[in-house]
């Protein structure tokens, strides 16, 4: 199950994680969100103990989607060793985020 992350545990689950992290940006009102969520949630239980996968509400956490420049949701952002690596911004394939996972890993 992908990772519940807000403006509170943010830092501490994603910038200090040693693990590759996939964030993806999503509200409840947004129509491709609602598509891309059961391919997050995929990819939470594929890649347990090897990244983080977490999903962040920007209506309830402002504060991290205005540090990131979330202006488009769904947003999906790829961060290792606390630094922005990759992103893809709209809804895309899982093997597009998958791509992009697997090349934090090596």
Not at 56 to 74: E, F, M, S, T, W
Request: glycine share 8%; aromatic share 8%.
């Amino acid at each position: 199950m992908a990772v519940e992350l807000t403006d509170s545990n943010f830092e501490e689950t994603v910038l200090n994680s040693d693990k590759p992290v996939m964030v993806d940006f999503w509200a409840e009102w947004c129509g491709p969100c609602r598509m891309v969520g059961p391919i997050v949630e995929e990819l939470a239980n594929e890649y347990e103990g090897k990244a983080v996968i977490g999903k962040l509400n920007v209506d309830h956490n402002p504060a991290v989607a205005q540090k990131y420049g979330i202006r488009n949701i769904p947003t999906v952002l790829f961060i290792k060793n606390g630094e922005v690596v990759d992103r893809q911004v709209g809804a895309g394939p899982k093997a597009s985020y998958q791509t992009k996972l697997d090349a934090q890993m090596a």
